[in-house]
Nanobody, 126 residues
Framework: QVQFVESGGGLVQPGGSLRLSCAAP????????IGWFRQAPGKEREGVSC????????YYKDSVKGRFAISRDNAKATMYLQMNNLKPEDTAVYYC???????????????????WGQGTQVTVSS
């Protein structure tokens, strides 16, 4: 069941940028651990970035460090993923998610997040 509404995906050339948005109007985002995941064809869903509810710590997958930035606007009940210097290997369907999770967000698998967006396609190609 989809609780969030995502936008911002699309086709971009290598080196380009996109900003994904995830609207969650029924949620108070700072009460949840939030994250962004992606799934490429034939691959498992993987965590890209997340913010832990417990201490606000932020995690990034190694391959996106220095290029992606996660953020949230509590007043707008919206989370974001700014993606810069995109590479072809970033091509995937991107999902936002949230969960009432206690520990560091990087320790949780995708199935442990209870609330999800519908996904948005990001394609990086020349």
């Amino acid at each position: 069941q989809v609780q969030f509404v995502e936008s911002g995906g699309g086709l971009v050339q290598p080196g380009g940028s996109l900003r994904l948005s995830c609207a969650a109007p029924a949620f108070t985002l700072h009460d949840y651990t939030i994250g962004w995941f992606r799934q490429a064809p034939g691959k498992e869903r993987e965590g890209v970035s997340c913010i832990s509810k417990s201490d606000g710590s932020v995690y990034y997958k190694d391959s996106v460090k220095g290029r992606f930035a996660i953020s949230r606007d509590n007043a707008k009940a919206t989370m974001y993923l700014q993606m810069n210097n995109l590479k072809p290997e970033d091509t995937a369907v991107y999902y936002c998610a949230a969960g009432m999770l206690t520990y560091s967000c990087s320790s949780y698998a995708p199935y442990e997040y209870a609330f999800w967006g519908q996904g948005t396609q990001v394609t990086v190609s020349s």
